[in-house]
């Protein structure tokens, strides 16, 4: 009997969290990985904070009231998310300031169907 390993559902190609200390100011970089945290303070003027995590580390990703009314479904709902955005570098902290928002938890529940 042959084994055969399980199907892995593919992650979208993006930059390990550990790594983004390399791109530039400015530079447009793709994120992805489990929501941790959701925050939008009252004093925040409508920004929401997010904290994702992927096996490296953990990325803090800034949305403005513009693209979260553009993705409020994925900023919401998500599990897990692939984000597009800019790099932002202040006081020794990077964040990346989101341009697109993609809900990517179907991935999680592809997880749970592979069998050994």
């Not at 190609?13 to 489990?34: K, S, T």
Request: aromatic share 6%.
């Amino acid at each position: 009997m042959n084994y055969a390993p399980p199907k892995w559902p593919k992650p979208p190609a993006c930059i390990p969290h550990d790594q983004l200390d390399l791109p530039h100011n400015g530079a447009r970089v793709c994120v992805a990985g489990l929501v941790l945290v959701r925050q939008r303070p009252g004093t925040a003027k409508g920004v929401i904070f997010i904290t994702l995590e992927d096996e490296t580390g953990i990325s803090n990703i800034i949305v403005w009231r513009k693209m979260y009314e553009r993705f409020r479904r994925a900023v919401i709902a998500g599990r897990a998310l692939r984000v597009t955005g800019r790099v932002q570098r202040e006081s020794g902290v990077t964040h990346i300031i989101a341009e697109q928002i993609e809900d990517i938890s179907a991935m999680l529940d592809e997880l749970i169907r592979v069998e050994p």
